[in-house]
């Protein structure tokens, strides 16, 4: 097998969800019964076949072209789609880290169609994880413009996996894409996709997106951000879902916080983009929530607020509480986790000891909500990190898969006990 990942210029083209197709509503049993917390079932039901989009009328391929290949839409029912994902039929869009595409082919080979917001520069490039077959992922490189991307060729006439993995974050709007179909030698054909049996959202900041993590220095201050360096799909909530064969959904945006960003930077905080399908879009549709149900939701979140001169301890659990109340809100069924660390130290800033204080706070916040009838929400500490460390002293890859381990065991623990 030979795999061929071609450095393809690409553009952002805008995308609405005009002509979006009506999709199955998934509604929860606990929302059914009024019920939250614990004691309520927890079958949520399959993803439709084409993941969060739901597509399910019948398409048409294009005429073969001069190569033999032709073209296949991305409204095809057999393209699985996972994330936070704008599902305009003529093109689905997506900016936050880890959405993932997957398909199952009968064929010889399969070119993929994009269009991409990056704009050349060391932090506005934007790469993609292609495996096939399941083997080690290939980096794919992808510049300004719309091109075909051949994936794989040569391969034995039969069936195959592909797994395509946004690696970045939106950045700012040059972290945007669309899909825009892939292409297949005539005569092949798409088929049906496995969903993996669980579902997970994670949701935080720059941890979660996996900034700088492919960076591995005793010496951060001479390293900053990169997007060739940022692998959301090496970061500690995509491992964790592998570890537990899981769906993987990740709302994170470096530099937020709960009430107040990175240094009072400007932008949304967390709980406004948990809202959004496309973050820093005010054009872009709302999230509609019915189309994924998690069966975990991780939030890892504070770092930010913490940052110097250090938060208003009462303003923070406030807003903390109102979050997971609101998450609550969304999935009334849904374990949630709230995570602390691994970035925080109580020597920076000195005078504010913010790894003592997040866990004070934040399992003030979970006791509380545990206290009044939520037995469904829980607490859990990750082990700081230590050098060596990824740009701007974010997690290693090696500390990723770590935590990884930590958490997958804690939502598994949670899972098997009664509930």
């Known amino acids: 097998m030979s795999i061929r990942c071609l450095l393809v210029s690409i553009v952002l083209l805008g995308c609405t969800s005009q002509g979006t197709p009506p999709h199955p509503v998934r509604t929860s049993p606990g929302a059914a019964n009024g019920k939250t917390g614990a004691g309520v079932a927890h079958d949520l039901g399959a993803l439709t076949s084409s993941g969060v989009c739901g597509f399910t009328a019948p398409v ?32 689905p869009a997506f900016a936050f880290p880890a959405v993932s595409v997957r398909l199952r082919f009968h064929g010889t080979a399969l070119d993929l169609r994009l269009s991409d917001g990056g704009t050349g520069t060391p932090t506005s490039t934007n790469y993609y994880d292609v495996s096939v077959d399941g083997a080690a992922p290939i980096r794919l490189e992808a510049a300004a413009g719309d091109h075909a991307y051949p994936l794989a060729s040569g391969l034995a006439d039969g069936e195959h996996t592909v797994e395509i993995v946004k690696r970045g974050e ?85 530099g937020r916080g709960v009430y107040r960003n990175w240094t009072d930077a400007p932008g949304e905080l967390a709980p406004e983009f948990y809202d959004d399908t496309l973050p820093d879009d005010a054009a872009a549709p709302a999230w509609d929530f019915t189309r994924y149900l998690p069966h975990v939701v991780v939030v890892n979140l504070g770092t930010n607020d913490f940052s110097p001169p250090g938060p208003d301890h009462d303003a923070f659990r406030a807003a903390y509480a109102r979050f997971l109340e609101r998450i609550r809100a969304r999935y009334p069924d849904a374990l949630l986790l709230a995570v602390v660390g691994p970035m925080l130290t109580d020597s920076y800033p000195p005078e504010v000891r913010a790894w003592s204080a997040i866990q004070s706070d934040v399992a003030a916040v979970v006791d509380e909500l545990r ?44 899972l098997a006990s009664p509930r």
Request: net charge neutral.
């Open 60 to 91: 048409t391929y294009g005429a073969p072209g001069p190569d033999g290949m032709v073209d296949v839409p991305p409204d095809d029912p057999s393209i699985f789609y996972m994330g936070r994902v704008d599902c305009d039929p003529s093109g």
């Open 170 to 254: 939106s950045n700012g709007n040059t972290g945007k894409a669309r899909l825009l179909g892939f292409r297949l030698p005539t005569g092949a054909r798409l088929l049906p996709v496995r969903q993996r049996p669980r579902r997970l959202e994670f949701v935080g900041d720059s941890i979660t997106t996996g900034y700088g993590n492919e960076v591995s220095t005793t010496q951060p201050d001479l390293f900053h951000f990169t997007t060739l360096h940022s692998n959301a799909n090496a970061a500690y909530g995509a491992v964790a879902a592998r570890r537990l064969d899981a769906e993987y959904v990740a709302v994170a945006v470096s």
């Open 371 to 414: 206290a009044r009838g939520d037995t469904r929400v829980h607490f859990l500490a990750l082990t700081p990190q230590q050098a060596p460390y990824g740009e701007d002293y974010h997690p290693t890859v090696a500390t990723h898969l770590r935590i990884a381990r930590e958490v997958a065991a804690e939502i598994q623990r949670l």
